[in-house]
């Protein structure tokens, strides 16, 4: 064991949260790290995937459901005993860089991924390793924003994991084999995945990274037993123009010139086939109706829009389409012909809302770059209300220049690709918010064949303070209810619980668990690196436990780490 985990399992035991055992169980996983074993779990059927809303024993999918409510239904934490919350153990992965997994727990098995695509089984009482995937990279790899790996996904006896190297593969459960392996994309030409799969009916579905190197967007299914591509659906659609739309999704005017787009437009046709529109995040999936809902990242090039005229659909976008055959059926553009790259990147999440009149109706909200938190009607994507805004801004749509424009929120957000979570009882969503004041600067450049395209640049402005916060918002008012001030921008992730808390992680290495109702701070633990990653939680016979992974971050350069933390009560 490296001098970093010695240093922080004895932080820990200096503040009374780990014991002498977990110490020697610790220290005993580090010494049989190279040990390859045999998994014993059952099979992940789909009837267990589809009722993973009521689950306590595991944590199946990336955002808890297919509805990615991140609302996990056990309760033993509470309120009133988290207070006690201890250590149960550590886990060391070998990858020390930027960690944003979304840990997965099955029959006590316990599935994270790191930085450059590598996967642990782990023992999920224990933290002891189980097996370890080490994905060999291809020549050529080149990403946005680090080289993350949010996770993956189990279904029956395999576990679907997207590289680095736009690669789709089936690993052996029990084993972490190789079973198949497709090829997603082309590297060279700027395409990588960082999100983790959702396997749903066979299906295994999957977006791209990518639209910071001028690389056309989709969203695909694969077989989930063969690898083979069942459908693709392209996120810039040949006719990408649009209904030249001047303001955006509140109302605000975001100042285009759409008579020059126009003689543009008429000058070098459409540019769908190098518009970017990424999707970062896990679609949704409606059971019920079979449909995803899915959102799009920003237009390439990011900043200068000269070269796309038109709206550029479907970036900055809500999609949803079939889930059997990939086919469109409606879509919500919160901000068109983007400039700022305040894309859309915060995966959306399935729940009942209140409709315009009053009533009760399946809707999908998603928080956005912008700060707001958008609710839609599921039927039509059309937009029922918007939250008050999560964070400061300023100048909003104020154009970028060539010597750089002040607008807030800067090209951070808002909500990066941090996922929610919800509390249905209390008409609650909790998103945690980045504040850094930026300038836009403009500066065209061709398509520079497959590397990174911005367009110019966003820049944090010096000497102005950044901050964030963790804020709950009543998605049937729009209302802000509480809102906690962090001294850092946030990025990773929350969750709820049916004990009446949420739990995330701050930059600075501070994890924590916070009252659902206020927001007052209950409980908190500091982990040595960044806390950016989404936390899980399960049960072990009779006790429940919370993980979350300390690596840092990359976008925001926090301290990283390679550290997967589980905490339970004494």
């Known amino acids: 064991m490296n001098r ?47 009722t993973a809303d009521k689950s306590t024993k595991d944590f199946l999918l990336t955002n808890g459901n297919y509805a990615q409510t991140r609302f996990y239904p056990g309760k033993q934490i509470s309120r009133d005993n988290v207070k006690n919350l201890r250590v149960a153990w550590i886990f060391q992965t070998d990858v020390k860089e930027s960690l944003e997994t979304s840990p997965i727990v099955v029959d006590g098995v316990m599935y994270v991924t790191t930085s450059f695509s590598h996967v642990y089984a782990l023992d999920a009482k224990t933290g ?83 639209g910071e190197y001028g690389i056309r967007g989709f969203m695909r299914a694969y077989d989930a037993k063969t690898g083979k591509l069942v459908w693709n659906f392209d996120t810039t659609p040949e006719n990408s123009v649009g209904v030249w739309a001047t303001k955006d999704a509140t109302g605000r005017d975001m100042h285009r010139d759409i008579q020059a787009e126009k003689d543009m437009l008429a000058k070098i046709g459409d540019p769908y086939a190098k518009l970017g529109g990424g999707v970062w995040q896990n679609p949704a999936v409606d059971l019920a109706t079979k449909r995803i809902y899915f959102v799009v990242g920003n237009p390439s090039p990011d900043l200068d829009g000269s070269s796309r005229p038109g709206d550029n659909l479907y970036t900055d976008s809500l999609v949803a389409l079939d889930l059997d055959t990939g086919k469109y059926v409606c879509h919500f553009q919160y901000i068109a012909h983007d400039v700022w790259d305040l894309d859309a990147v915060s995966p959306p999440v399935l729940l009942n809302v209140k409709g315009k009149d009053g009533k009760v109706i399946p809707g999908v909200i998603h ?204």
């Open 4 to 50: 970093k985990g010695l240093a922080v399992i004895a932080a820990a035991v200096g503040a009374g949260l780990l014991s002498s055992a977990a110490i020697a169980q610790e220290i005993t996983n580090k010494d049989k790290q190279s040990v390859i074993g045999n998994v014993n779990i059952a099979p992940v059927t789909q009837d267990k995937l589809n």
């Open 367 to 570: 928080a956005g770059k912008t700060g707001h938190i958008y609710v839609h009607d599921r039927k039509d994507c059309s937009l029922i209300r918007f939250s008050e805004a999560m964070v400061p801004q300023e100048n909003m749509w104020t154009l970028p220049t060539k010597d750089g424009a002040r607008m807030l929120p800067g090209a951070n957000g808002g909500v990066e690709w941090s996922p929610i979570a919800t509390d249905p009882a209390q008409e609650l969503a909790y998103a945690i918010n980045l504040h850094q004041p930026m300038t836009y600067h403009v500066q065209s450049s061709p398509y520079p064949n497959g590397k990174l395209w911005l367009g110019g640049a966003f820049k944090v402005i010096p000497g102005e303070q950044q901050s964030g916060n963790i804020t709950a918002v009543n998605y049937n008012t729009g209302k802000i209810k509480w809102q906690v001030k962090t001294p850092e921008p946030m990025i990773g992730g929350i969750l709820a619980t049916a004990g009446g808390l949420v739990f995330t992680g701050e930059g600075n290495g501070k994890f924590a668990a916070y009252n659902s109702s206020n927001g007052k701070e209950l409980w908190s633990f500091h982990a040595g690196a960044g806390v950016n990653a989404p936390p899980s939680s399960y049960m072990i016979g009779k006790k429940q436990y919370i993980v979350v992974g300390a690596g840092g971050n990359t976008q925001l350069d926090y301290k990283r780490g390679n550290n997967i933390i589980a905490f339970t009560l004494d």
């Open 128 to 210: 002891k390793q189980l097996w370890h995937y080490a994905h060999k990279m291809g020549p050529i790899t080149v990403y946005c924003c680090g080289p993350n790996n949010r996770g993956v996904q189990v279904l029956n006896d395999r576990v679907y994991l997207a590289t680095l190297d736009s690669k789709l593969m089936a690993l052996n459960a029990k084993t972490g084999e190789v079973v198949w392996s497709t090829n997603i994309a082309d590297p060279e030409l700027g395409y990588s995945e960082t999100m983790a799969p959702t396997v749903v009916n066979d299906k295994v579905l999957i977006g791209t990274n990518g």
